[in-house]
């Protein structure tokens, strides 16, 4: 039975982490609707890039000489995986189940006798890949020194992607990031983006069917070996933007559920406080009383 | 008064501009070109220079653009650029700041071609320099 100053002590404490729990919230909130916004703004160019590539690739489908980002290498041999995290913890399960999905796509290809090539962004993401694909890592960013996530940072990471490409390092490249659902809801989503695979079906149809009558300067060719690159940065662009929503949205309502856990513990931790305080009041009025019977 | 058509520019971080207008000047890899209503269906890269662009009110507005490409369509022209911003926002500065990017680049880039491509569009950055800030 913990003494009356032990108990008082640990209330002072769990108000002490509640406080900070309460502020991590808050500032969460405040930062996830920033992210939501950016991610909301940069929708539309990658909605009208993902539109333009559907057309411009239906109309070079089987066309021999289409270019590799495209078409892929032909094999799929050397998988390369981007895994997206955050860069701290204290998200709730948001870094881990990117990383489980990962960790469980790898683990499958290297079952099949594949050779698995690995990318980590964010801090969070590597410390825990390193432990058990330490040899595969082949690269690691972090933006830990940036404040504000730009279309720059997205354009570094697609550098060195497009880099390792041109070398003939990978064959496939899939990018994991948390899907960013509402905010009690961030799904963790692999998507493969070389070689390039467009959505949305129902609209190439007709996109295929107009840019039949598109005229090309320079050369449809040449515009594509433009874009395809410039896809690679925007898809990870939006997948940094998407996971940046996720991570505010699990660490807000992580640090509701702990304010509220803390709360739980005060209101319980107080009960027993007042208990035992009444307690000894009454021991002590028995001990006064019966010392004056005895007289 | 001629008739006016949507037009939009967009980076990859917002929607810029999304309006009628009457006529729009993009700076095409191959050579300016004005768009107007009625445009056939083209698809063009673009490089860094200035987008002009005159509203359905008369009023004109510039803005500087890195790199990107335009898709015409005779009902409306979409513009995704690289990076945009407002001429006003431009300064020396900024674009001193890109062209060192860009040298850096060069000095690193392994193919010729590569490096060819990157300094053309250096050449066309140092152009942008002298017509976008007055020295």
Redesign the interface.
């Given at each position: 039975m913990p003494s009356l100053k032990d108990l008082k002590n640990r209330i002072a404490s769990v108000k002490a982490t509640q406080k900070i729990t309460k502020a991590m919230k808050m500032v969460a909130a405040a930062k996830l609707r920033r992210a939501q916004e950016a991610a909301e703004a940069a929708r539309p160019y990658a909605e009208r890039m993902n539109k333009v590539l559907a057309g411009l690739s239906a109309a070079n489908a089987g066309n021999a000489e289409a270019p590799l980002l495209l078409s892929g290498t032909g094999k799929d041999q050397v998988h390369l995986l981007i895994v997206a995290t955050g860069e701290r913890g204290l998200a709730g399960g948001f870094n881990s189940s990117i990383i489980r999905l990962a960790r469980d796509h790898a683990q499958k290809l290297l079952a099949q006798g594949k050779t698995v090539k690995i990318l980590t962004v964010g801090r969070k993401g590597n410390e825990v890949l390193r432990r058990s694909f330490k040899e595969n890592i082949v690269h690691y960013v972090t933006f830990r020194e940036v404040k504000q996530l730009g279309f720059v940072q997205a354009d570094e990471v697609a550098h060195k992607v497009l880099e390792l490409f041109n070398a003939g390092e990978f064959d496939v490249a899939t990018l994991f990031f948390a899907r960013f659902q509402s905010v009690i809801s961030q799904v963790a989503t692999a998507q493969q983006i070389i070689p390039a695979k467009f959505g949305g079906d129902q609209s190439a149809e007709p996109t295929a069917a107009s840019s039949a009558l598109y005229e090309y300067e320079p050369s449809e060719q040449e515009i594509l070996e433009d874009l395809l690159p410039r896809n690679v940065a925007v898809q990870i662009f939006r997948a940094l933007l998407e996971n940046n929503a996720s991570f505010y949205g699990a660490q807000m309502s992580a640090m509701d559920n702990a304010t509220r856990n803390a709360g739980d513990m005060i209101n319980k931790l107080t009960l027993s406080y007042n208990r035992q305080r009444q307690a000894q009041i009454t021991k002590e009025l028995i001990e006064i009383i019966s010392g004056a019977e005895a007289l | 008064m001629a008739d006016a058509f949507n037009f939009?520019l967009?980076?990859?971080?917002?929607?810029l501009v999304s309006e009628k207008v009457t006529e729009v000047v993009i700076p095409?890899?191959?050579g300016e070109m004005t768009v107007l209503v009625n445009h056939?269906?083209?698809?063009?890269?673009i490089k860094p220079g200035v987008v002009t662009v005159k509203l359905a009110s008369g009023q004109v507005n510039k803005y500087v653009v890195f790199g990107?490409?335009a898709?015409i369509l005779p009902t409306s022209c979409?513009l995704?650029a690289?990076?945009a911003v407002p001429a006003s926002e431009v300064t020396r500065d900024t674009l001193q700041k890109r062209i060192e990017t860009i040298q850096a680049e060069i000095n690193k880039a392994q193919s010729d071609e590569h490096k060819t491509k990157l300094e053309q569009f250096l050449a066309e950055l140092t152009h942008l320099n002298g017509i976008v800030v007055p020295a």
């Amino acid at each position: 039975m913990p003494s009356l100053k032990d108990l008082k002590n640990r209330i002072a404490s769990v108000k002490a982490t509640q406080k900070i729990t309460k502020a991590m919230k808050m500032v969460a909130a405040a930062k996830l609707r920033r992210a939501q916004e950016a991610a909301e703004a940069a929708r539309p160019y990658a909605e009208r890039m993902n539109k333009v590539l559907a057309g411009l690739s239906a109309a070079n489908a089987g066309n021999a000489e289409a270019p590799l980002l495209l078409s892929g290498t032909g094999k799929d041999q050397v998988h390369l995986l981007i895994v997206a995290t955050g860069e701290r913890g204290l998200a709730g399960g948001f870094n881990s189940s990117i990383i489980r999905l990962a960790r469980d796509h790898a683990q499958k290809l290297l079952a099949q006798g594949k050779t698995v090539k690995i990318l980590t962004v964010g801090r969070k993401g590597n410390e825990v890949l390193r432990r058990s694909f330490k040899e595969n890592i082949v690269h690691y960013v972090t933006f830990r020194e940036v404040k504000q996530l730009g279309f720059v940072q997205a354009d570094e990471v697609a550098h060195k992607v497009l880099e390792l490409f041109n070398a003939g390092e990978f064959d496939v490249a899939t990018l994991f990031f948390a899907r960013f659902q509402s905010v009690i809801s961030q799904v963790a989503t692999a998507q493969q983006i070389i070689p390039a695979k467009f959505g949305g079906d129902q609209s190439a149809e007709p996109t295929a069917a107009s840019s039949a009558l598109y005229e090309y300067e320079p050369s449809e060719q040449e515009i594509l070996e433009d874009l395809l690159p410039r896809n690679v940065a925007v898809q990870i662009f939006r997948a940094l933007l998407e996971n940046n929503a996720s991570f505010y949205g699990a660490q807000m309502s992580a640090m509701d559920n702990a304010t509220r856990n803390a709360g739980d513990m005060i209101n319980k931790l107080t009960l027993s406080y007042n208990r035992q305080r009444q307690a000894q009041i009454t021991k002590e009025l028995i001990e006064i009383i019966s010392g004056a019977e005895a007289l | 008064m001629a008739d006016a058509f949507n037009f939009e520019l967009v980076s990859p971080e917002r929607l810029l501009v999304s309006e009628k207008v009457t006529e729009v000047v993009i700076p095409a890899t191959l050579g300016e070109m004005t768009v107007l209503v009625n445009h056939a269906p083209t698809m063009t890269t673009i490089k860094p220079g200035v987008v002009t662009v005159k509203l359905a009110s008369g009023q004109v507005n510039k803005y500087v653009v890195f790199g990107g490409f335009a898709d015409i369509l005779p009902t409306s022209c979409t513009l995704l650029a690289e990076s945009a911003v407002p001429a006003s926002e431009v300064t020396r500065d900024t674009l001193q700041k890109r062209i060192e990017t860009i040298q850096a680049e060069i000095n690193k880039a392994q193919s010729d071609e590569h490096k060819t491509k990157l300094e053309q569009f250096l050449a066309e950055l140092t152009h942008l320099n002298g017509i976008v800030v007055p020295a």
